[in-house]
């Protein structure tokens, strides 16, 4: 009896073996950046497509302006300095709180996408953690600014000139805010993992910030234990170059610009415009440095 062995078959799977390879990508400065881009993108489909969002968004900013600044404006006239229609005072607090939420609530879709599984299959790619974070607060930051640009088109309203420097000083100045306030949101889902809670916590801390940023009152003659209070708000250090970049274009004598628009002090010393937007961008920074830690960690 002649035995046959098949020695050619384990020679043929061990070929097809090693010609079988998976291709992964090597990890690099080109991938992060394809990484950020996609992040970037998948937050504008997002807000393109809910437009329900990019409404509700603009509600409350509208009523502050219009319902409350009109109703207090008649409690105000005569008392503020060069005649100034309340609305205008408030105008640049009011534009800043039309950013505050969206770039704070943009920041929760990463508990979404915990909760639902989608962030897990991020987390695995062959990315770093750093660019998923980056990409997210520039993402956050582009929705929040552009949701700006809506609510500055309303300046007229407020009888705050289109002036093209104007515009361009608050568009500018918005983009940063957008960017520390996505970046503070991306640190606080971080570490939460229930939406709910993550929206309990936001509106806990959203109207404070927004209150003690002098938006609705100026931050010169209040109590020490306000000032304080003021001093460490992020939100504080953008309204008051946005209030003075607005009234350095309205035809005001100088002594009521300073009245309407003091500018910080810390313990008598003017804080300068470029100072403040600086200490914003650090607090951005910061915070985005501390997300990215904390997505490190995260398994």
Same mark, same amino acid.
């Given at each position: 009896?002649?035995?046959?062995?098949?020695?050619?078959?384990?020679?043929?799977?061990?070929?097809?073996?090693?010609?079988?390879?998976?291709?992964?990508?090597?990890?690099?400065?080109?991938?992060?950046?394809?990484?950020?881009?996609?992040?970037?993108? #998948?937050?504008? !489909?997002?807000?393109?497509?809910?437009?329900?969002? $990019?409404?509700? @968004?603009?509600? =409350?900013? &509208?009523? *502050? %302006?219009?319902?409350?600044?009109?109703?207090?404006?008649?409690?105000?006239?005569?008392?503020?300095?060069?005649?100034?229609?309340?609305?205008?005072?408030?105008?640049?607090?009011?534009?800043?709180?039309?950013?505050?939420?969206?770039?704070?609530?943009?920041?929760?879709?990463?508990?979404?996408?915990?909760?639902?599984?989608?962030?897990?299959?991020?987390?695995?790619?062959?990315?770093? #953690?750093?660019? !998923?974070?980056?990409?997210?607060?520039?993402?956050? $930051?582009?929705? @929040?600014?552009? =949701?700006? &640009?809506? *609510? %500055?088109?309303?300046?007229?309203?407020?009888?705050?000139?289109?002036?093209?420097?104007?515009?361009?000083?608050?568009?500018?100045?918005?983009?940063?805010?957008?960017?520390?306030?996505?970046?503070?949101?991306?640190?606080?889902?971080?570490?939460?993992?229930?939406?709910?809670?993550?929206?309990?916590?936001?509106?806990?801390?959203?109207?404070?910030?927004?209150?003690?940023?002098?938006?609705?009152?100026?931050?010169?003659?209040?109590?020490?234990?306000?000032?304080?209070?003021?001093?460490?708000?992020?939100?504080?250090?953008?309204?008051?170059?946005?209030?003075?970049?607005?009234?350095?274009?309205?035809?005001?004598?100088?002594?009521?610009?300073?009245?309407?628009?003091?500018?910080?002090?810390?313990?008598?010393?003017?804080?300068?415009?470029?100072?403040?937007?600086?200490?914003?961008?650090?607090?951005?920074?910061?915070?985005?440095?501390?997300?990215?830690?904390?997505?490190?960690?995260?398994?």
């Amino acid at each position: 009896m002649i035995m046959v062995t098949d020695t050619a078959a384990p020679a043929t799977e061990s070929a097809i073996v090693e010609s079988i390879r998976v291709a992964v990508p090597e990890h690099g400065l080109q991938h992060d950046l394809r990484a950020i881009s996609i992040v970037w993108r #998948r937050e504008l !489909i997002r807000f393109r497509t809910d437009r329900l969002r $990019a409404v509700t @968004a603009l509600v =409350q900013p &509208i009523l *502050f %302006l219009f319902i409350l600044g009109t109703g207090l404006s008649s409690l105000a006239r005569g008392s503020m300095p060069g005649n100034v229609d309340f609305k205008t005072f408030i105008y640049p607090g009011v534009l800043a709180m039309s950013v505050l939420f969206t770039a704070i609530f943009s920041a929760g879709s990463i508990v979404w996408d915990r909760e639902f599984g989608f962030l897990r299959e991020i987390l695995v790619a062959p990315v770093s #953690r750093a660019s !998923i974070v980056i990409g997210k607060c520039l993402g956050g $930051a582009t929705i @929040a600014t552009f =949701q700006g &640009i809506i *609510f %500055l088109a309303l300046a007229g309203f407020a009888h705050v000139p289109y002036n093209p420097v104007l515009l361009l000083t608050l568009v500018g100045e918005l983009l940063l805010l957008s960017f520390t306030l996505t970046a503070f949101g991306v640190m606080m889902a971080a570490r939460i993992t229930q939406f709910q809670a993550f929206m309990a916590l936001t509106q806990m801390l959203v109207m404070p910030l927004f209150f003690l940023s002098g938006a609705l009152y100026p931050l010169s003659g209040l109590p020490g234990w306000l000032t304080i209070l003021t001093r460490i708000d992020p939100l504080t250090y953008v309204v008051g170059p946005m209030r003075h970049a607005v009234f350095s274009h309205l035809s005001l004598p100088t002594g009521a610009q300073h009245v309407l628009a003091p500018g910080l002090t810390w313990a008598g010393w003017a804080v300068p415009v470029w100072l403040s937007l600086g200490i914003v961008a650090v607090m951005g920074l910061a915070m985005m440095s501390i997300a990215i830690e904390q997505f490190r960690k995260t398994e």
